[in-house]
């Protein structure tokens, strides 16, 4: 919407009533809106619908029809995408679908492979990406083999199901590769057939040193999100720091790594470097030792870069409130 694609003079937003006192009197009137605000009700209204038809309607029934595609129109990549979420809402696909919960003839969708995201991008500096099958459809569905076809890209199960399903972790090995662009695919073999998921990767000459300044390392309580240790790299070594966490108690913790070049006490900022173990956005518990060893990769998080001041100031409270490294740090810098 905010075009005119029908060319008829208007926006194409949704007209809306409105009502104004700025003048000290309150006057009303017409205006075309977009976004969420006006999809929201939309989406309300249709619930509605839907709850009209079948009373016993629930939240979990709604969000299942809407995943499935049962409710919607689907619009830009097959599936759900980042762009167009699960699709454009459907009135009356949805009262169909409704109906057919009401009187028990709702049949089943055949199992669907999904993969979240559809295409892996390793970038300029990443060598390791998290990836997630589902199922998106009904019935049993069993993942045989997840493969790479190249020889530098190897795939490992995260935290997968009997079936096969769930997180796993792919790995390129960037040491063997030339400069400039390349790409793979990963071949998903499954009993609902097979699912190839694009990878891209960008190699550049190393004739330069490899560092990122200075980065701090924090172990985080996955409970409670507090900082438990915290070390302060500066000095890297050929492409790599190297972490020692001595004397921390023998317990699963979040290892996150990142710089913080505004120095407001918080790493991962926008434009920062910030990493997690194994990746950044798939996060998971390590169980430190004596003689433990972890490798990940720390890279600038461009899309926080974009945001502004406030919204970046949001982000670190809700997702890198454990990420603060304390004061005696900084004055030891």
């Given at each position: 919407?905010?075009?005119?694609?029908?060319?008829?003079?208007?926006?194409?937003?949704?007209?809306?009533?409105?009502?104004?006192?700025?003048?000290?009197?309150?006057?009303?009137?017409?205006?075309?809106?977009?976004?969420?605000?006006?999809?929201?009700?939309?989406?309300?209204?249709?619930?509605?619908?839907?709850?009209?038809?079948?009373?016993?309607?629930?939240?979990?029934?709604?969000?299942?029809?809407?995943?499935?595609?049962?409710?919607?129109?689907?619009?830009?990549?097959?599936?759900?995408?980042?762009?167009?979420?699960?699709?454009?809402?459907?009135?009356?696909?949805?009262?169909?679908?409704?109906?057919?919960?009401?009187?028990?003839?709702?049949?089943?969708?055949?199992?669907?492979?999904?993969?979240?995201?559809?295409?892996?991008?390793?970038?300029?500096?990443?060598?390791?990406q998290a990836l997630t099958l589902t199922n998106a459809g009904g019935g049993d569905l069993t993942v045989s083999e997840v493969v790479g076809d190249v020889d530098w890209l190897s795939i490992s199960a995260s935290e997968v199901n009997e079936s096969g399903l769930g997180a796993y972790l792919a790995v390129a090995d960037r040491t063997t590769l030339a400069v400039g662009d390349l790409s793979a695919n990963i071949r998903v073999t499954s009993s609902a057939g097979d699912l190839d998921i694009p990878v891209s990767i960008r190699i550049r000459s190393s004739d330069f040193a490899a560092s990122a300044g200075v980065l701090y390392a924090l172990l985080v309580d996955p409970?409670?999100?507090?900082?438990?240790?915290?070390?302060?790299?500066?000095?890297?070594?050929?492409?790599?720091?190297?972490?020692?966490?001595?004397?921390?108690?023998?317990?699963?913790?979040?290892?996150?790594?990142?710089?913080?070049?505004?120095?407001?006490?918080?790493?991962?900022?926008?434009?920062?470097?910030?990493?997690?173990?194994?990746?950044?956005?798939?996060?998971?518990?390590?169980?430190?030792?004596?003689?433990?060893?972890?490798?990940?990769?720390?890279?600038?998080?461009?899309?926080?870069?974009?945001?502004?001041?406030?919204?970046?100031?949001?982000?670190?409270?809700?997702?890198?409130?454990?990420?603060?490294?304390?004061?005696?740090?900084?004055?030891?810098?």
């Open positions: 919407m905010g075009e005119d694609a029908d060319s008829d003079g208007f926006p194409d937003g949704v007209l809306s009533a409105i009502g104004s006192d700025r003048d000290g009197a309150m006057t009303y009137g017409y205006r075309r809106y977009e976004g969420t605000s006006m999809a929201a009700p939309h989406v309300a209204g249709v619930a509605a619908l839907m709850k009209s038809v079948y009373g016993a309607l629930t939240p979990a029934e709604f969000d299942r029809l809407l995943v499935e595609g049962r409710i919607t129109d689907d619009l830009g990549e097959e599936d759900r995408d980042d762009d167009f979420g699960y699709g454009l809402i459907n009135a009356n696909k949805a009262v169909i679908a409704a109906q057919q919960l009401a009187n028990g003839t709702l049949e089943p969708l055949p199992p669907s492979l999904r993969s979240s995201p559809q295409r892996l991008s390793f970038g300029v500096t990443n060598s390791r409970g409670t999100g507090e900082t438990v240790k915290q070390q302060r790299l500066s000095d890297p070594s050929g492409d790599s720091y190297t972490l020692g966490m001595e004397d921390v108690e023998l317990a699963d913790y979040t290892l996150v790594v990142g710089s913080d070049m505004d120095n407001d006490g918080f790493i991962c900022d926008a434009g920062e470097a910030c990493g997690a173990f194994p990746t950044l956005n798939d996060e998971q518990e390590v169980l430190i030792t004596g003689d433990s060893e972890f490798s990940l990769d720390v890279s600038f998080d461009q899309s926080r870069f974009f945001r502004s001041a406030s919204e970046n100031e949001a982000s670190n409270q809700e997702r890198f409130e454990g990420y603060r490294y304390k004061e005696t740090l900084k004055a030891a810098q």
